[in-house]
């Protein structure tokens, strides 16, 4: 069974960094556009920022533009996403899964973020 790693979240004050990463046991992650979702309490998973296969054409959702950087290694098997100047609103877990429904794994633990204000 494919599994997904999610590491690096944490408690971080606003306007500081983490940098999360994503690491799939899945032999084809290189033929995957991959993306990071984000879930907050009471509200369904969303997608936030998105990868192509080959590591280009980053894409972000809403606020998180110009402060999140989506990146990934096919060589590890690994998305990063670099966050930036943090918000209260971005408290979460955070996952990662290819973009596409077809090619979705099952989904990881994910990883906590807590921005305090």
């Known amino acids: 069974q494919v599994q997904l790693v999610e590491s690096g979240g944490g408690l971080v004050q606003a306007g500081g960094s983490l940098t999360l990463s994503c690491t799939s046991s899945?032999?084809?992650?290189?033929?995957?556009?991959m993306g990071w979702y984000r879930q907050t309490p009471g509200k369904q998973r969303t997608i936030i920022a998105s990868?192509?296969?080959?590591?280009?054409?980053?894409s972000y959702v809403g606020a998180v533009s110009g402060r999140f950087t989506i990146s990934r290694d096919n060589a590890k098997r690994t998305v990063y996403l670099q966050m930036n100047n943090l918000k209260p609103e971005d408290t979460g877990i955070y996952y990662c899964?290819?973009?596409?429904?077809?090619?979705?794994?099952?989904w990881g633990q994910g990883t906590q973020v807590t921005v305090s204000s």
């Open positions: 899964n290819a973009i596409s429904p077809l090619r979705q794994k099952g």
């Open positions: 990868i192509t296969s080959g590591g280009l054409s980053p």
């Open positions: 899945e032999s084809t992650f290189s033929a995957d556009a």
